[in-house]
């Protein structure tokens, strides 16, 4: 069984830059897809990024130029560095993994961009 466990989430100010990280619990993290997703108030959840296992990333436009997705597979821990934030990417942020049919989401980290 994968667990996902999402960390560094917070308050910044707009400008400001944040590191989230995705904790997975379980075997062959290298093997799985992943991705972070986001949700804000009133909104559906959205795609922020994905990375394959072949470390292949896709960048939804909004956040293109000013994230970066990453994973560690020594580490089993997936990243999601933020710069330039704005109030509009105020979310909870989610992790997911996946592998053919198996989908796996974290419970969400709760990013704030406020000043």
């Known amino acids: 069984q994968v667990q996902l466990v999402e960390s560094g989430g917070g308050l910044v100010q707009p400008g400001g830059s944040l590191r989230l990280s995705c904790a997975f619990s379980?075997?062959?993290?290298?093997?799985?897809?992943m991705g972070w997703y986001r949700q804000g108030p009133g909104k559906q959840r959205e795609l922020v990024a994905t990375?394959?296992?072949?470390?292949?990333?896709n960048y939804a436009d909004s956040v293109k130029g000013r994230f970066t997705i990453s994973r560690d597979n020594a580490k089993n821990t997936l990243y999601l560095q933020m710069n330039s934030l704005k109030p509009k990417d105020t979310a909870v942020y989610y992790c997911k993994a996946y592998l053919a049919t198996r989908v796996y989401w974290g419970q969400g980290a709760q990013v704030t961009v406020s000043s």
């Open positions: 379980g075997s062959s993290f290298s093997l799985y897809g």
């Open positions: 990375i394959t296992s072949g470390s292949n990333t």
